[in-house]
């Protein structure tokens, strides 16, 4: 068995730590860009949308308030369902942080049980190699398990991102924008300007206010529907971590017992 020194072991750890870390900050940047990146722009989406139709209508000064409370209703139901997403994904975090460090005690522990098996063979103590080899076999196992944890944990993150640009396309507002069409007929022009004059108030709230005002309820029923499916898939996942924690356990004694 080829000797094992500090120096290599210290180094294949850090190797490790390093590209473990690297690939959480990268994903962590890809989620909180891509969260805030889609957030901005449905917001945008929507405030604009008013906005031009205010100033179609020519009604912005007299509805501001509305409008900007309308803004503020919509901003609110994308920080909850997107503040749900944050949680989903810090609590995968925490359970990829949690089984990173747990690899990485394995592995401590196959390079000392490594030291001990040699020195068990040097002095031909039957039991103590018998003792080491198991552990080491079982440990090794143990590492294994470990990395298909933070192989899951991984994919789920990859899945939050995935799931952020999902939630996006549902919110995504669908209804057509009633802007001026451009009129080259003098006439016309004349006219479709003093029918929206005479009928600005009327057609702002009817063909403005009163849809947003519904495409904010229906965000808030599908907002509060993704919301309930978000807390059902963390419960799921603690319950399958703390599930698979216990079969490496059990796993691991087995060995031992052999």
Same mark, same amino acid.
């Given at each position: ?103 990485? *005690?394995?592995?401590? &522990?196959?390079?000392? !049980?490594?030291? #001990? ?5 040097? /002095? @031909?103590?039957? %039991? ?66 003093? *029918?929206?004059?005479? &009928?600005?108030?009327? !057609?702002?709230? #009817? ?5 947003? /005002? @519904?495409?904010? %309820? ?41």
């Amino acid at each position: 068995m080829p000797n094992i020194t500090k120096e290599d072991f210290k180094q294949d750890l850090q190797e490790l730590v390093e590209i473990e870390n690297q690939k959480q900050m990268n994903l962590a940047v890809l989620f909180e860009n891509s969260l805030a990146n889609s957030k901005e722009i449905r917001l945008t989406e929507f405030k604009d949308r008013l906005y031009i139709q205010a100033n179609y209508y020519n009604t912005l000064e007299k509805y501001q308030l509305e409008i900007d409370d309308l803004v503020t209703q919509y901003k609110k139901q994308l920080d909850k369902l997107f503040d749900v997403c944050s949680t989903r994904y810090i609590n995968i975090q925490r359970e990829l942080a949690t089984a990173v460090q747990s690899e990485i *005690i394995v592995v401590t &522990n196959i390079s000392i !049980n490594k030291q #001990n098996l040699e020195k068990a063979i040097e /002095e @031909n103590d039957a %039991e103590k190699i018998h003792y080491y080899t198991n552990k080491i076999n079982a440990s090794i196992q143990k590492k294994l398990n470990y990395e298909t944890i933070v192989n899951e944990c991984n994919s789920r993150l990859e899945a939050c991102i995935e799931q952020i640009a999902d939630f996006s396309e549902k919110i995504k507002i669908e209804e057509n924008v009633n802007v001026a069409k451009k009129e080259n007929n003098r006439i016309l022009k004349f006219l479709n300007k003093l *029918i929206k004059n005479l &009928n600005r108030k009327k !057609n702002f709230e #009817n063909y403005v206010l009163k849809p947003s /005002e @519904n495409h904010i %309820e229906r965000l808030t029923d599908e907002v509060d529907k993704s919301i309930g499916n978000l807390y059902n898939q963390i419960f799921e996942f603690a319950v399958q971590m703390k599930d698979n924690k216990d079969k490496i356990n059990m796993a691991f004694n087995a060995m031992m017992q052999g």
